[in-house]
């Protein structure tokens, strides 16, 4: 258990579908993001927030939309995605955003 | 080239032996992490170091700034390590380089 709880774990949507992915720390600590894992590929930063503002976007498409209401609470809203979208996604949380991260367990997304 | 280069791709070893995971880096880094990601998807950061050597239980990490390089080492493996384990390399903002990682079987 490291203090980062995702959800779902799992999650099959059509390309038409809108969905949220949730993130949530009680561990006090002011970094989160959001990475991609695709298959055998080393992770991809997508969404950098820190005290709740965003300050990193890796050139995400749009189709992914990243909200932090706050410090604890991360979502990663999805809408008209592609199958080549279809990966874990990983939430992770730091204390500053130099520090040792905490991952969560993950969403394996499925796009059909 | 890959900024961050792991060795070996793939590693299956029997249960005791001493196990060891190589990341070579080419950037200038403030610090390394070394990360464990079970089946599933979890991922757990085991050591953050930035020079000389850090230990764990069974498990050591250490480092060469010189060289630019880095060993995780794990004593007596059992099966329960086996995961995909993950070096890190990055600056002082969140600028993390991930090598694409090493996979580790240990046979009972």
């Known amino acids: 258990e490291t203090g980062v709880t995702q959800t779902p774990r799992h999650l099959v949507m059509g390309m038409t579908n809108k969905k949220s992915l949730k993130c949530e720390q009680h561990l006090g600590h002011n970094a989160m993001y959001w990475y991609k894992q695709s298959a055998k590929k080393p992770l991809e930063l997508m969404f950098v927030?820190?005290?709740?503002?965003?300050?990193e976007n890796n050139s995400v498409p749009s189709r992914f939309s990243p909200e932090c209401p706050n410090s604890s609470h991360l979502f990663l809203h999805l809408h008209t995605l592609q199958p080549e979208d279809s990966a874990l996604y990983l939430c992770?949380?730091?204390?500053?955003?130099?520090?040792?991260?905490?991952f969560g367990s993950g969403t394996q997304l499925s796009v059909l | 080239k890959n900024e961050v280069e792991q060795s070996p791709q793939n590693l299956t070893a029997q249960e005791g032996e001493f196990i060891t995971i190589n990341c070579s880096y080419s950037?200038?880094?403030?610090?390394l992490h070394w990360l464990q990601q079970h089946p599933g998807g979890g991922i757990v950061s085991l050591f953050m170091l930035s020079s000389g050597k850090k230990k764990h239980g069974r498990l050591i990490a250490t480092i060469n700034i010189q060289e630019k390089h880095s060993s995780l080492h794990i004593t007596a493996s059992h099966p329960r390590d086996s995961a995909v384990y993950i070096c890190?390399?990055?600056?002082?903002?969140?600028?993390?380089?991930w090598g694409a990682g090493t996979k580790l079987i240990i046979k009972p």
């Open positions: 950037v200038g880094i403030s610090a």
């Open positions: 992770a949380s730091s204390r500053a955003t130099n520090e040792k991260l905490f």
């Open positions: 927030y820190n005290f709740k503002e965003q300050t």
């Open positions: 890190a390399v990055g600056d002082s903002n969140y600028q993390l380089i």
